[in-house]
């Protein structure tokens, strides 16, 4: 055969060639799709078993807490405490509504309820960014369940269901006390006669706690976010996450985690971590300023000179003006033999010293009469001295915890 009739190597007919690369290149392409869903399947099968051996492991030390709770005897002896179902306080609260949240602090948020017989409640619930944590909820539950005053807020049960950790209160229908005093437009409100009324009911509620009750309980978070107002706006101290029970004939103990709330803290809790009763005494001091005045003892100023609300009362009464302390919205119903006794004995109880403030028995009887009042001595985070030097030593002082606010700040003396 001629050659020329033979067929090219070099010019393939009817495109042979190309018809064999594409489905060389389809099957490397198809491969390599392939095996990049297999090794992803792969991957997420991992993570997934990862994150449920994680889950099994976290439920198992929650389960663990729980029981350790439920049996821990200390915590549980002689309460009458109900435990509700995290589903009898999710359709209280319509599932959480955001309608129903009343507020939130340092534990978590708090929500109203209404169960079925038509008791209404107060649910505080642990959040898992809380600055408070378990021990917090289960030192709040081993104080207040063996307390029964009518100035102290009842705690009706709780709820320890998987993550979930709640507690159920009574509901206060008027919220809490700085919700009033703070405010411009309803501080009018509360009339001279009715704070008056709310100081006494707050020191009475502070004598039980101190002395009356079985257990001697230093709440050591006075303030005025934790005094709650019934519907006839009666007071009741709150919030005992971070109470302290002394036993025996303790009366003053030491630590090294200062927790508490800036501007309610007593300089020697404050410097050197020892706290007592004498330390709600002094919070409780701040409180009936800062009723007298409206005005927070933290972020205090006057135009005329730079001070706190204990600076600026100590100043009055000094100049014999403690009345110009009372707040202008209830001037017209004020007593002033009322307003310089609160003051007196306000000014008494946020003494420098510990030993110079007096009881809170001492202070029921202060209020409920018109004897003689010993003279205040200057008081505490004011221009003094030694305290001053005190501070410039904080080298060697207690570590400041963030919980509720403290910080370094608190000690700042004037």
Known sequence: MPASELPSPTFPENGSGSGKKK??????????????????????????????RSRKRRQALMQAREEKYTNDEDSNKDTELSAFSLSMIAKSTNNFALDNKLGEGGFGPVYKGVFEDGREIAVKRLSATSSQGLDEFKNEVGCIAKLQHRNLVKLLGYCIQGDERMLIYEFMENKSLDFFIFDASRSIMLDWPLRFHIINGIARGLVYLHQDSRLRIVHRDLKAGNILLDKNM?????????????????????????????????????????????SDVYSFGVLVLEIVSGKKNRGFSQQDYNDTLIGH?????????????????????????????????????VQHHA????????????????????????????????????????????????????????????
Not at 31 to 47: E, N, Q, R, T
Not at 318 to 336: N, P, T, Y
Request: include cysteine; aromatic fraction near 8%.
């Open 313 to 349: 009362a100590w100043k009055l009464h000094k100049e014999g003006k403690s009345v110009e302390l009372v707040s202008s919205s209830v001037r017209d119903s004020c007593v002033a033999s009322q307003v310089l006794r609160a003051v007196h004995i306000g000014l008494l109880c």
């Open 234 to 278: 009666n007071p009741k101290i709150s919030d005992f996450g971070l109470a302290r029970k002394f036993s025996g004939y303790e009366t003053e103990a030491n630590t090294n985690r200062v927790v508490g709330t800036y501007g309610y803290i007593s300089p020697e809790y404050a410097v050197h971590g020892l706290f007592s009763v004498k």
């Open 23 to 52: 489905p060389t290149i389809t099957i490397a392409v198809s491969a390599a799709i392939g095996s990049f869903i297999v090794c992803l399947i792969v991957a997420l099968y991992v993570a997934w078993r990862k994150k449920k």
């Open 355 to 414: 030993e110079d403030r007096p009881t809170m028995s001492s202070v029921v009887l202060m209020l409920g009469n018109e004897n003689y009042l010993p003279p205040p001595k200057q008081p505490a985070f004011f221009a003094e001295e030694r305290f001053v030097t005190e501070i410039n030593s904080l080298s060697s002082a207690p570590t400041l915890d963030s919980i509720n606010e403290v910080t370094v700040t608190l000690m700042n003396a004037r």
